[in-house]
Each structure stands twice: as structure tokens, then as C-alpha cells.
């Protein structure tokens, strides 16, 4: 296992557009988790899944957003009509339980 | 959620030992500290969590008081790679519903 993964490692797109990023986390954690990074900050989360059950979701999680993990592996966060506020670095995570999460090399989103 | 106060940025030269402290006046009985490690393009690498007193991995020591109102992360003779931005965490990381909540963290320099 090589630990966590994502794609694409970058996206730009134009304001407007829909973009959807895939994680694979390791094999056998039940957890993933997905954040988001802005320049100079720190992540922030977004909402995690346990299983194929999407158990929490930030505020910052607008209705633009969704996150699925549709068989309890992989994930796929989409995100609506992007606007610029949308660029940002997209972390993804995983862990087995509470243990400690390992997190993916990252997606940067940029929207001109 | 307990929040968190470190410095925002930290100087050293290789070989020396960098301390760098955690305020985390709220903590909860439940709560576990946990700090992770971020170089620039990469996602967030964790390297110690503790509960209480001393705990000590191959990377770092974790130092908590009894009091468990700060953390201090210790570095043995950092080298230049360790320049990184540290994180100090604190969460329930014993029932379900654990989720991270990272500030800003502590930029470290080390310098030859």
C-alpha cells in the first residue's frame, strides 16, 4: 500500500465550471476525511465519511459542495459552479477509527 | 472543540533541540494532543499524540503537564529538513466524531 492518494494533483478551471476530485485512501481504513487548505493556513475540515456514511459536514461545506464514498473506499468530492474563493488546496485523509490519519499529497484547485 | 495557541514562526540552527509550546487552555478530560508536520505541497504528517506526562517516538518527544493547559513539542538536533510548519491539535480522539481542527501553526526555520 502506498498510503493515501489523490487526483488530479492540480485543476484549473474557469469560474462556473463543475470540478470533481477523486481520494483513495489506504485499503484498510474505514474513515476518510476531506479539508481544505488556503495559502498560509491551516487545513480546514470539511466533513468525513466512516464507511460509505458521510457522518459529519463543516459550515464551510456549501451546497455547492458534495462528498460521496459510494462502496466505502474510494471518495469523490465535486464541487458546482466554482468560484474563484474555491481555489484552495483539497486534502484528503484517512484513518482506521480514531487512530491517526494519513493524508494524501493534496488537489490544487485554481479558478480563473 | 479545544483551541490552540503556538507561535507563529520559530528560528533554529541544525543540531540544536527546538521546543515549541502549545497553549490549549480548554482542553477536555477526553481530549488527546496530537501534532503533525507539513512541508510545502504536501499533506500534513503526523509524528506524536499524547494524553498525559512524556511520550517519546523516534522523531520527537511530547512533554504535557499535569495540568494538560499547554503541550510542548520537542526536536532532537534538527537537521534542515526539518523546516516545516508544525500544528498542535487537540480532540477527542477516543469517541466517535473525532475530527481535526488545525490553526496556523508554527513555521519553523533551521538554518545551516
Known amino acids: 500500500d502506498t498510503g493515501v492518494s489523490q487526483n488530479p494533483r492540480h485543476k484549473i478551471t474557469k469560474r462556473g465550471q463543475n470540478v470533481t476530485f477523486r481520494c483513495d485512501p489506504i485499503?484498510?481504513?474505514?474513515?476518510l476525511y476531506w479539508y481544505r487548505q488556503t495559502l498560509g493556513q491551516g487545513p480546514e475540515f470539511l466533513t468525513y465519511?466512516?464507511?460509505?456514511?458521510?457522518?459529519?459536514k463543516s459550515r464551510l461545506l456549501s451546497d455547492r459542495f458534495s462528498a460521496e464514498r459510494p462502496k466505502g473506499s474510494f471518495s469523490t468530492l465535486e464541487i458546482q459552479r466554482t468560484e474563484q474563493g474555491d481555489s484552495a488546496m483539497y486534502l484528503c485523509?484517512?484513518?482506521?477509527?480514531?487512530?491517526?490519519?494519513?493524508f494524501g499529497p493534496g488537489t490544487r484547485l485554481t479558478v480563473l | 472543540l479545544a483551541k490552540t495557541t503556538q507561535p507563529i514562526s520559530m528560528d533554529s540552527y541544525e543540531g540544536q533541540e527546538v521546543n515549541i509550546t502549545c497553549s490549549h487552555n480548554?482542553?477536555?478530560?477526553?481530549?488527546?494532543i496530537t501534532w503533525y508536520q507539513q512541508f510545502p505541497s504536501q499533506g500534513p504528517r503526523f509524528i506524536i499524540q499524547?494524553?498525559?506526562t512524556k511520550v517519546t517516538n523516534e522523531v520527537a518527544s511530547l512533554f504535557i503537564p499535569a495540568d494538560r493547559k499547554s503541550s510542548t513539542l520537542s526536536l532532537p538536533r534538527v537537521s534542515l529538513s526539518d523546516t516545516a510548519v508544525y500544528y498542535c491539535?487537540?480532540?477527542?480522539?477516543?469517541?466517535?466524531?473525532?475530527?481535526?481542527?488545525f490553526g496556523a501553526g508554527t513555521r519553523l526555520f533551521v538554518k545551516a
Open positions: 485523509a484517512s484513518s482506521y477509527g480514531t487512530a491517526e490519519q494519513f
Open positions: 480548554n482542553i477536555a478530560t477526553n481530549d488527546y
Open positions: 485499503s484498510e481504513h474505514n474513515r
Open positions: 491539535l487537540v480532540g477527542d480522539a477516543v469517541t466517535g466524531g473525532f475530527k481535526t481542527i
Open positions: 465519511f466512516q464507511n460509505e456514511a458521510q457522518l459529519e
Open positions: 499524547g494524553y498525559k
